[in-house]
């Protein structure tokens, strides 16, 4: 799709080069040993803060948000295997993915055998570290190459995971720009995977950048930008802010938006929210994409879109979570995601905000026949097609549609014409005293 | 479909052999001379009631039923026509297709000529000999191979039909399989037919044989089975009934049901009753089957889905009637039909029934963001998935759905996944309260 | 689809020949140069009112109509270019298309640099000479054709343009065919344009001569004929008309009917009108016809669909307008239509008017079953399927349907029956008291 969106609207225009500067952020946000807990977490918002003023909260280990209760606070240090030869087989220092995910701290020496139940591996992806993580059950393992752990001769091996579970908090930042009304546009990235760049460095340091961006921007609407852990930070954000959801009108979940994967769009729950009609209006123009309905499996739209709330998020990421052979793997490192991937899913996100924020319902002031275009200079103002976007058709089908009944996305709907190409329309149409805003 | 009906529930699993006892049924039932009145019917009704205990209606000659009458009461002894060598060419003993069913009684001497007139042959399957019926207009005729016709010589043919009309009854019968409420399901099959295997003694045996399976099991619903002449006994049928009609929920009526066709379901004329998407989500399991729009020709669900009843009544088959060549001909006999046929028929039958039975309407209990599933042991208990059935996916979609507004199949068809792996997730949530029953 | 339609209708059995009738008018209304206001419309005008007895309208220079001023009234005498030889190179005389359609007066001698400012050419079609206009920008100017242009030599050209700019008046023509209602089908066609045999010619003569063909027909509908220069003319005759617009329950623009492309409709922005689904239903027999959306761009539709109308007007043609090589060309002549396309575009016509005219809605009196037809002797007359058309399974769509809820259309729209064939049944249900028209 040809993109007429125009300069005024600021963000896209300023794209040039974003796509580097939230590579570099990821590369930042990269080596951090990320947990739903833990100064992972809040060293990540040390570095997101940079970008924006972000307002960070703290809740306690055993605050009960719904029908969970805020586990304890995981923090480590260092872990290893050492062979028995003494040579270090396994270090946390080489990658954090060596450790299960909120593993329990252990110290002993065990033989071979043993020490396998312990380890998690990828048969059919031999080279590469797994990413597993144990929250809710009390346990400790390690992930390692199955190569490697196929070369580990039997003998005694000695284990050390220096890691701590002890009573502290929960912690999520969050960043609200206040637009003309308090009517939000939720946009939720998780920050509780460790070095996974396009699960989920890309995510956070993305949206980080575009909050940033934002600031410049007068707004419609108020844009609250979310860096919670997974499914236990959106609910404890849920929990907080229950008797403000309603202020909600659209929503998105992001993360994975940095690699090579065409880009795709899973719908809310209700399945025709204003965000499912507008990210398949910009998606209908990227080569590629996929539009997928919504399914109770994936990120925090699980949340998000569970009954009690029902809210009008989708996910946007590129490659499908879950179907990637890199996902959830070492190979999810930072070669797997490139500045011109990132840089095209900012483009997208700011296509869509900009469709929110320009949508408007026009009310043809002159309904009976079409008004004389020609006397206005609208013809010949079209004939060269520079600075406004506009064309005939689009002046025609805006004039038609303006009901009072068809935002201009229902105007690109069912048109078929680009919604900027219509929104120029409508201004110009505005301008010349044709439209009115429709109540 | 993979079926996952837990055992439970009881049909499924006792069908092996039920192919077999259906067909041999259908071989008690075949030789019998069957029209819209007569012993034939009472005949057959006889033999059902082996297999459970059916009530009998007789409907005197002359009833008005509707817009129609009960005709008086055919029975037929004997047939035959004999050549001008004193030779019998056709012998009703061979076959009780040979005579024009419902025909007048006739005794005569006739030139070939003049006989050919009564002569109703299949040009195109010359060693067929077709079915035909005369039930309103007076006739007398007979149904013979056209290779055998063509052979016969000139000369005087003596024929004698040795049928009787009078007053009489036109019977039917019942069984009443009583549930937990009132709510019917109605099943249907036309009984009036002689002998063609498929059309119908395969549905009558299978739904006797379906009664009989019932017995043993408490049901929620009441199910109706009903044997009657084709249009006039269901129009009997419903003129005695009118006033509970209301009552019935669920209703199909059943024939050809032993062929090797793949199934076919015909939907009600609502197109979108219970009944209509029970059976598109069973047959959309089923390799070949076909679903079909409901149309005013076929079976008795014309008079079902007459406009003054438009009862959710739709029509389950295999190969579909008036398309397959053997239909309405002396080769829609015992060959036709196969127990495999039968038993696969029945499978699918108790499957619908099994969902109409086991539907329900799930209210989540923990409907803001989703219940923790790991402390009450449901990701364990879905790790092995031997006896429940259920997936994580399907917990997963019963939670998001539970909103009241979604039942079991309505959750089966928003997810793609089979109703009994929901059935199964439901129960197991159910048993761990994060369900309710929605009123 | 096979034409079903009983002959008491009276169109289409009369229609033998009426192609070459259309052609002939034609024929003779080809020559004219018309535009949007001036004598070329009267003359047309005067030779349409051969066949019907045409209102004729004149509407002053100056009226206010919506948005528009009717514009000074144009006529021409003659106009000429001769060449630095003397010789008269291009000649109103030969074509009418040589001059820009209400192009000013003009008198005087140029360079051909500057003179060529003032031709337009078709350089892709180079031996056709383009149709332009210039009607709400003053401007004077010449269409030739490309290859003649480059053949100029250079030197000074002697112009002159014989046209008068004056007040005067727009007229247009029209003609209401009173039916047992004031329920009205518009039926409407532009008078604006030259010698342009398909575009429209065909329309004026085929509406005038279906005008003619309706005056021995009693009508339920009222059926109004307008023949009204493009835009301008229909603003007019909408706007002395405003308050009578809802008695418009269908409606059909009508353009290029004479040539050999398929039949095309572009639906009514309403999208489902009757108009809509009865087109719908014609064209669905009709090879290679097209059925397309509303657009805002086209005939005067866009007019009558204009949001404060939304008639429910749809658009009537074969090869659809802008996308032929002929378009707006000179090739646009008498060897451009054809008898047979102007007749087949008068048969689907008056089909659909028969549609119009003949739908009802039938209640079925003996909705519980089917009523017993064969003892009304209406299998036997269905047997030979002569008169009637009716066929068995016309019959029983009709009564199953029959529940004040279909009419006709619908009927056919859901049985995949001709809408004829349906007609049929219904009038011989209704002839044996089995059906009533519902209210």
Redesign the interface.
């Known amino acids: 799709m040809e993109h007429l969106n125009p300069g005024g609207l600021g963000l896209s225009p300023s794209s040039t080069g974003v796509g580097q500067e939230i590579y570099s952020l990821s590369e930042r946000l990269f080596p951090i040993c990320r947990s739903i807990t833990g100064d992972g977490v809040r060293r990540t918002l040390d570095i997101l803060s940079e970008q924006v003023d972000l307002e960070r909260h703290e809740v306690p280990t055993g605050t009960q948000?719904?029908?969970?209760t805020v586990p304890q606070e995981w923090n480590i240090r260092s872990a290893s295997i050492t062979g028995p030869d003494g040579q270090t087989v396994v270090d946390f220092a080489d990658s954090n993915l060596h450790v299960v995910n909120y593993s329990m701290p252990f110290k002993g020496t065990l033989p071979l055998d043993e020490l396998r139940r312990h380890i998690h591996t990828l048969p059919e992806q031999p080279g590469l570290i797994p990413y597993r993580t144990s929250y809710?059950?009390p346990t400790w393992g390690f992930c390692v190459a199955h190569d490697r752990v196929a070369k580990m001769p039997e003998g005694l091996y000695r284990v050390e995971i220096d890691a701590e579970l002890k009573d502290g908090c929960l912690t999520y930042g969050e960043y609200l720009h206040r637009g003309q009304t308090e009517r939000e546009f939720l946009l939720s990235a998780h920050i509780c995977h460790p070095s996974l760049a396009n699960d989920n460095c890309s995510g956070l340091a993305l949206l980080a950048t575009l909050a940033r961006s934002l600031k410049a921007r007068k707004t419609r609407y108020s844009y609250r930008f979310l860096f919670a852990p997974g499914?236990i930070g959106?609910?404890a954000w849920?929990?907080r802010n229950?008797d403000r959801t309603y202020l909600i009108d659209h929503g998105l979940v992001l993360s994975c938006l940095g690699d090579a994967g065409s880009p795709a769009y899973k719908r809310s729950?209700r399945g025709d929210a204003f965000i499912d009609r507008a990210m398949a209006h910009v998606l209908g123009g990227e080569a590629g994409a996929k539009l997928m309905d919504f399914?109770?499996?994936g990120y925090d739209e699980?949340?998000y879109?569970?009954?009690?709330?029902?809210l009008p998020v989708g996910m946007f990421q590129r490659s499908v979570h879950g179907t990637f052979p890199e996902y959830h793997t070492s190979a999810d490192n930072l070669d797997f995601i490139r500045p011109e991937h990132l840089e095209d899913s900012f483009r997208i996100l700011t296509e869509v905000i900009d469709i929110v924020e320009e949508d408007w319902t026009p009310l043809?002031l002159?309904?009976?026949?079409?008004?004389?275009l020609?006397?206005r200079g609208l013809y010949a103002a079209l004939g060269g097609q520079k600075s406004s976007g506009a064309t005939?058709?689009s002046l025609?089908?805006v004039?038609?549609?303006?009901?009072g009944q068809h935002s201009l996305l229902a105007m690109a709907e069912r048109?078929g014409l680009p919604f900027w190409e219509l929104a120029a329309a409508a201004k110009l149409l505005l301008d010349h005293g044709l439209l009115a805003a429709a109540l």
Chains 1, 2, 3 share one sequence.
């Open positions: 948000v719904f029908d969970w809710y059950a499914t959106a609910l849920l929990s229950e729950r399914s109770p499996y699980r949340q879109c569970s009954p009690g709330f029902n043809n002159f309904p009976k026949g079409e008004p004389q020609g006397k005939s058709m025609l089908w004039l038609n549609l303006a009901d048109s």
